[in-house]
């Protein structure tokens, strides 16, 4: 057994013994812990909201366990390190969504490489030997979702005066369900008649990088996870008419993370930030860390500027970048808030996590759950059941009965500020959008697939 391996061990034990002061009513000190291998499923029996942070904390720090290295290897965790020890993070040995939509030479959709062989063409013109981030379909890395297939919203513009960047990755299980199906060359696609069915296992990662430059500086970038990836240069892709990539440093800023378990075939929800991307906008047990109080500047919002979102949706500055609006060289920089605080529940479950061995003195102790959803009808999975998600609203499209947490917001925060920046008003979640885009079409929850029709 090496050094390592001893000290990762050592980390390990000294959870399970000695889990974070104060652990919240409802969390299990056996699962309260760093390690590389995240719950198996989601299963509550106290505090639900406990449980699924649990669930979702867990999950975020095997995801992002250092990976061993090689294409051989993609997806297994490093077990001889630590979670603040450098290196690549299991989730992005995962495929990307690039590497599984794949074409020949005359642009026809072929099969992708298989799991385990890092062969590919990537979208900047390579053959996937260096980390990309970005579309083939140019510009679409530059755009969040929107509740319209086929249809992008707005980009985001960070305070370094920066386009957001997002990219999709699908872990083994689901990147051979899609392999095997012919669905990424448009064969064999499923309908409400013939419903998809994504393995148990299923794991699906969405994350918004924000790149960094000058105006960042060393003491901000060291509270981030930064990574080195080849993404779209805007003035030079203008200059010379076509996409030109440039390999440039990345800071993860938000991370969804969606995970298919026995109990919940609709998934299980959940979705971190960075702390300092906005000021907090909860009061007491609710209020999330302010990147001022630790000297540190906002990633996406300006404390000179009046605390509301901008610019308006809609307005010229938020229509999704294409080549008929094509991204600016020097763009304007967003005014984002947090518009709904992330529930107390949530937020005393990250202080717990923040504190555990392996997490308390890097840089993940500067992320945090603000969101978690998941079903409570699992029968029969299908198009028809959207799982009756909880949390859910008042107003609700579907709502899980209320005794199931008699305090239970009925609008809680369940987007991103990175990813759903302009949609932390409007009726409905990630479940609920997945079920009408994709689930309801026989999909499966699975945005991706509902995109290849």
């Not at 390690?35 to 867990?58: E, H, M, V, Y």
């Not at 490093?78 to 989730?91: H, I, Q």
């Not at 009965?401 to 239970?408: E, G």
Request: aromatic content about 10%; glycine content about 8%; overall charge negative.
């Amino acid at each position: 057994m090496t050094v390592k391996h001893v000290v990762a061990a050592l980390v390990v034990s000294a959870a399970l013994i000695a889990p974070a002061p104060g652990r919240p009513e409802g969390a299990s000190a056996v699962d309260l812990l760093a390690s590389p291998d995240r719950l198996d499923d989601l299963t509550t029996g106290g505090d639900p909201f406990a449980a699924a942070a649990t669930f979702a904390w867990r999950a975020f720090i095997a995801l992002n366990w250092p990976a061993l290295a090689g294409a051989a290897d993609r997806g297994a965790p490093d077990r001889g390190s630590a979670p603040g020890d450098p290196g690549e993070r299991v989730w992005e040995t995962f495929k990307s969504d690039a590497e599984l939509f794949q074409v020949d030479g005359d642009g026809r959709p072929v099969a992708p490489s298989p799991w385990r062989s890092a062969q590919a063409r990537d979208a900047c013109g390579g053959d996937n030997r260096e980390r990309t981030v970005a579309s083939f379909r140019p510009f679409a890395d530059f755009n969040q979702p929107s509740f319209t297939i086929g249809a992008p919203a707005n980009p985001l513009v960070a305070q370094n005066r920066e386009y957001v960047r997002y990219e999709i990755r699908f872990n083994e299980a689901e990147f051979l369900t899609f392999a095997s199906s012919g669905w990424t060359e448009g064969r064999n696609l499923p309908d409400a008649s013939r419903p998809a069915r994504f393995p148990v296992g299923s794991i699906a990662v969405k994350a918004a990088w924000r790149p960094l430059n000058a105006a960042d500086p060393p003491s901000s970038r060291a509270r981030y996870y930064v990574t080195r990836a080849a993404i779209v240069a805007v003035a030079r892709t203008l200059a010379e008419g076509h996409v030109v990539c440039a390999t440039r440093d990345l800071a993860l800023v938000g991370l969804h993370i969606v995970i298919k378990t026995s109990s919940r075939p609709q998934w299980v929800w959940s979705t971190f930030e960075h702390v300092d991307n906005v000021p907090p906008a909860g009061a007491g047990e609710a209020r999330e860390p302010d990147a001022k109080d630790a000297g540190a500047p906002y990633g996406f919002f300006d404390p000179s500027r009046p605390a509301k979102l901008w610019p308006p949706l809609g307005s010229a500055d938020t229509l999704p970048v294409d080549w008929s609006n094509l991204p600016k060289p020097d763009p304007t920089p967003m005014q984002v808030v947090r518009r709904h605080p992330v529930d107390s529940a949530f937020m005393a479950m990250n202080r717990a996590f923040w504190a555990l061995n392996g997490v308390k003195g890097t840089v993940w102790e500067h992320y945090m759950l603000v969101a978690a959803q998941w079903p409570t009808s699992a029968d029969p999975p299908g198009p028809a059941n959207d799982g009756a998600y909880f949390p859910g609203r008042a107003d609700g499209e579907s709502l899980a009965s209320q005794s199931y947490r008699s305090t239970a917001p009925t609008q809680p925060n369940l987007v991103n500020t990175t990813m759903e920046t302009y949609l932390q008003d409007e009726p409905s979640s990630r479940m609920a959008c997945h079920q009408k885009v994709s689930n309801a079409r026989g999909d499966d929850f699975v945005g991706t697939l509902a995109g290849v029709r």
